[in-house]
């Protein structure tokens, strides 16, 4: 069975700092996404990463995908409070069979 | 383009009662999938549909649970005689399919089972 692990579950930062949010998945895949939701909302997508290797950047974070060591990290930089909400990660081993959601992380920039 | 429509939004039911949860995939989207989400969890996968065929039902509980996704009209998930237990935000996901591995998801229902 394909588990999905995020780390830190929760993240409280001061506007400005850096961070990064780790992703660990048990199984092999290549194809991996970011989502951040906000209360009582749905899903926004962020990125979608297809390759081993790939790297994509939105604004203040950017995400990176290591199919080898079967890792993903979303790293935030200069946060701002805006960047407020719970980011999850999923991972789809299928053919756009279906997606297996880490336990998110839920971030909190102070000010 | 309206993207994944979900409704009702919010839904009250009372032990015993039918929830109906409805789902309209983005135009040019041949594939649902439902997941549902307890507070303070992620989401779980529950069924994968596509048109007048389910694909992969691997998440859905054995009982009460059902989805359809016929040839005309909206994605249905059932929840027949509904528990307390079933009180959570059901999410709708649709994509391409294969080769366009993208998920957009709706807005959500939120179950309330009083």
């Known amino acids: 069975e394909l588990k999905v692990e995020q780390n830190p579950l929760f993240l409280s930062m001061q506007e400005g700092k850096n961070y990064t949010i780790y992703c660990n998945y048990s199984?092999?895949?290549?194809?991996l996404y970011w989502y951040r939701q906000d209360p009582g909302k749905s899903l926004e997508s962020l990125f979608v990463l297809l390759s081993n290797g790939a790297v994509k950047q939105e604004g203040r974070l950017m995400a990176s995908l290591d199919t080898k060591a079967r890792l993903s990290t979303l790293h935030i930089t200069a946060a701002v409070h805006d960047l407020s909400a719970t980011y999850f990660c999923?991972?789809?081993?299928?053919?756009?069979?279906?997606?297996?959601f880490g336990t998110g992380t839920r971030l909190q920039v102070t000010l | 383009n309206a993207g994944v429509m979900q409704n009702p939004r919010h839904l009250v039911r009372r032990r015993g009662q039918e929830a109906r949860l409805r789902c309209s995939p983005m135009k040019g989207h041949s594939h649902v999938y439902w997941y549902r989400q307890l507070p303070e969890e992620g989401l779980k996968f529950m069924v994968y549909?596509?048109?007048?065929?389910?694909?992969?039902e691997s998440g859905m509980p054995k009982e009460r649970f059902s989805a359809e996704f016929p040839k005309e009209g909206p994605s249905i998930l059932r929840i027949q005689q509904v528990v307390r237990g079933d009180s959570a935000a059901y999410f709708c996901a649709s994509s391409p399919g294969a080769r366009h591995p993208i998920y957009t998801f709706g807005s959500g229902t939120r179950l309330t089972v009083v």
């Open positions: 199984t092999t895949s290549d194809r």
């Open positions: 549909l596509q048109k007048e065929n389910i694909i992969d």
């Open positions: 999923a991972v789809d081993v299928g053919t756009a069979s279906k997606l297996t």
